[in-house]
């Protein structure tokens, strides 16, 4: 990594989530995180309407560059151009989805996973789970990784594309 994507990587964590850094404990191989970012299909849960919070810039910024993002937001009819649903289970099952990507505190990863995991048997579709920086539950993510998904936990979609997508 140079210098400059560093100090940009720092940067985007300090403006997002202060002066947090990736949790050691969450260790992945830039080659995990880069097959992750191929896929092009996001549920985007906890998406937020509101300019400058993480969970809309993060968003915006996947879509600026090809992502298909599916917003999962009660509070809102539409985010970034695209409608919302109230719940990961309420996305068509005819809509693909490759990652579903968390903006919702710790405490609720489990119930999402369940649904997560209801969608992958009853759908089929979904590939990888990614919490983003500071969202934590061991015990969804290890449910998660026995079902066969990828799991990236306590880290930046936005930072990682921005890394490794040069």
């Known amino acids: 990594m140079t210098f400059l994507s560093q100090a940009r990587a720092q940067l985007v964590t300090t403006i997002f989530v ?13 080659d995990t995180l880069s097959s992750v970012l191929d896929y092009s299909q996001l549920a985007i849960v906890g998406c937020s309407a509101t300019p400058g919070k993480a969970a809309h810039e ?23 151009g695209e409608p919302t649903v109230d719940s990961l289970t309420e996305i068509d099952p005819a809509t693909q989805i490759d990652v579903v990507t968390v903006f919702r505190p710790s405490d609720e990863v489990a119930g999402i996973v369940d649904d997560m995991l209801a969608r992958r048997d009853s759908v089929g579709d979904v590939e990888a789970l990614w919490l983003q920086l500071g969202i934590h539950d061991d015990n969804a993510v290890k449910r998660a990784e026995a079902a ?7 880290r930046c979609m936005m930072v990682e594309h921005g890394r490794l997508r040069k």
Do not use: K, W
């Open 18 to 30: 202060g002066a947090r850094q990736p949790n050691p404990m969450a260790s992945v191989s830039d």
């Open 58 to 80: 993060v968003p915006a910024y996947l879509q600026r560059h090809g992502y298909t993002i599916h917003p999962v937001n009660p509070f809102a009819d539409a985010v970034l």
């Open 148 to 154: 066969g998904l990828t799991v990236i936990e306590d």
